[in-house]
Each structure stands twice: as structure tokens, then as C-alpha cells.
């Protein structure tokens, strides 16, 4: 059956390709967007856009929607730690102004984009929901904040939720991609350097206690991850909050990911060694075993040369439409 969503940053990365799957899957889509750190023509094709932002999101919402998949937010670690206000503005103030609109209106379904980052340094790996919540940086300790929000929000007001906590978000999806300005992930930074847009990567740390010194991280294809946002919406029940981890199991170092890169371009990509980036936990390799067994999650593109394959498409048509 159709349905009615407000998809809250669909002109960012992961929203757009999410408004994408919902479109193909015959759904409305509507995008509530104010371009902080979007772009318009992210906003897919056959998707309504209000530029707008979800501080106010009362102005837009009504009963007629069925669901809002919430992906407005800042996102940046490094960020987050040198100014903690902006995010706890943003990502705390922002998301309680859209379950307020969501309650007052009888819209009663959430799929919301949490993070890794909330559990900080992990005692044990693969992470598991029911692991201790620490995070090192505020962006974590703010993506935290709004899991508790929606977990009173459920007990008390009867919101169906789910929070799908991604780890570490990479490939494109037709002409949905990347393009943070600046850009501070890391697949995308190398692939600046394989396109001769950057002279080297930075290396954020080499004494970190794992086998090559750089962090290690799960990296997940955004296709994949997308089709658990659809599953998320069907799964949602009322009263319940329901947090599902997103990533593949597989862990990656920096090292690797760019020897991949190289693969995959052909290109030589210098490196650098740097300090570390404050806030970076280890090593975050997800357990996705809930959202295998809660949304039947099956994802299908593990494979780390095919997720910087995709990335790579995406990069080359970005730059050419520059
Ligand atoms: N990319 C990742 O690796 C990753 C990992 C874990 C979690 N997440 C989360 O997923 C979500 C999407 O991330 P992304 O990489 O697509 O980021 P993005 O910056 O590309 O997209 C975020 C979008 O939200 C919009 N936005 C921000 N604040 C807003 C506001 N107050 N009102 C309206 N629109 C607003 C921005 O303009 C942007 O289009 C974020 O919530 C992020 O925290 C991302
Ligand atoms: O130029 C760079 C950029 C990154 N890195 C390293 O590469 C790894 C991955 O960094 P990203 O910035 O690509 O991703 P993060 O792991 O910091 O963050 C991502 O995963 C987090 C969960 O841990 C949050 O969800 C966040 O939103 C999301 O961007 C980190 O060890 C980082 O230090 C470098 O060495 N050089």
C-alpha cells in the first residue's frame, strides 16, 4: 500500500537516496529541507521540496502523512567537538520541535537516523544494542539524546519508532551521492586525491591499537541501508521504540580503505600521517543481528571495492556537472 512521507533532510546524502527508494516503491515523498548542508538538486525527481526548517515543521505537517523519516541534522565529529552548541541546537532543539508537530498533527510513525557514535569506545565488538552508551564526541551524546526523547515519546504518546543506527555510510545510488562541502568523511576525501583535487590523504592517527595503527570502521553501502529505512516503516509499532544497528560486520582500516581506493581507480594516492582527529573511537564494527531478525534486513552489497566503485561513479558525473 502507498503512503504519505516527510522526509526531514532528504536534500542531504542519505535522505535523498532514501526519498529515491521511497519514490520507486510508488510512495508520496515530501522533503523538509533547509539547505544548511544541502543542495537542491539533491532532492530527487517526483519528490515535493519545502525549503524549510524542522524547528518549524508544525507549519507543514498534517494528519494526511503517514510517517516522518527524520534525517536532518549536523553530522560532523570534529565539528561537533569544537562547537557542541550548534549540535545540541540542532540536532536536540530541532528534533523536539518535529515530535511536537508530529503529536499535535496524530502522526504517529518515526524512522530516525542515529548513529554509532552514541556508543563512544566500545567494550566489545560487534556492538550490540544493549552495549553501554558512551559517546566521545557531542554529535554522539546529541543523537543520543533524541533515542531518550523517542523512547518517552513511545512509552508515553504511543509513537511507533525506530532509530537505525548507522555506522559508517559510503557508495552512491544513481545520481544520489555524497557531496558534503566541506567534505570531512573519508571515502570521498580520497577519491578527491584520485581525482588530483586534493594532493594526499591525511591519515588521522597511526598508533591507534589496532593491526595497522588507523582506525578501523564498518562501512555500509547507502543502497543497503536505505531499503532498512522501507522495512523500518513496517515494523514500526505503537508504543514501541525499536533500535536496530546498520552496518555489515565487516571492519576496514583507514590504511585499507585507501589501498582499496587505489584498486579501484588505478590512481596512486599519497598519504599523510596527521594526529588524531579528537573524538575518533578505535575501531566500530557493528552487530546487525536485530535488524536482520526485527526488519528481515538482508543487506546485499558488502563488498568494500564495490561500495568505493559506486562512490567513485557518483565523483566523476559530480565533477563534470561543476
Ligand atoms: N553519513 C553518515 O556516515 C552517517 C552516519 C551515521 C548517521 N548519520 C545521520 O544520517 C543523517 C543524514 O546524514 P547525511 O550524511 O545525509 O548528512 P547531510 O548533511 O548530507 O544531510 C543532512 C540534511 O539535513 C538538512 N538539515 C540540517 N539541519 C536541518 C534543519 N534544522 N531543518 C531542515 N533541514 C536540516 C541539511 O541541509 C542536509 O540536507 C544525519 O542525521 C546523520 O547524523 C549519517
Ligand atoms: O581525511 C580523513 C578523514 C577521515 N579519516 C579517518 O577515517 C575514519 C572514518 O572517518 P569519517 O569521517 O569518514 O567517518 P566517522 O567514522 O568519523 O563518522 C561516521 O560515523 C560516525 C559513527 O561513528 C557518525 O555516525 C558520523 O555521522 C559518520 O560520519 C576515521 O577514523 C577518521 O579519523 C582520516 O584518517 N582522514
Known sequence: MSGKYLVTGGAGYVGSVVAQHLL?????????????TGFREGVPTGASFIEGDIRDAAKWLDSSFDAVLHFAAFSQVGESVVKPEKYWENNVGGTMALLEAMRSTGVRKLVFSSTAATYGEPEET??????????TNPYGA?????????????AAHGLGAVSLRYFNVAGAYGSCGERHDP??????????????RRDAISVFGDDYPTPDGTCIRDYIHVADLAEAHLLALTAAKPGEHLICNLGNGNGFSVREVIETVRQVTGHPIPEVAAPRRGGDPAVLVASARTARERLGWNPSRADLAGIVADAWVFAQNVSKER
Open 24 to 36: 520507486e516503491a510508488g510512495h508520496e515523498v515530501v522533503v523538509l529541507d533547509n539547505l544548511s
Open 126 to 135: 560487534p556492538i550490540v544494542e544493549s552495549a553501554p552508551t558512551s559517546p
Open 142 to 154: 546529541s543523537k543520543l539524546a533524541v533515542d531518550h526523547m523517542i523512547t518517552g515519546e513511545a
Open 183 to 196: 567534505e570531512s568523511h573519508l571515502i570521498p576525501l580520497v577519491l578527491q586525491v584520485a581525482q588530483g
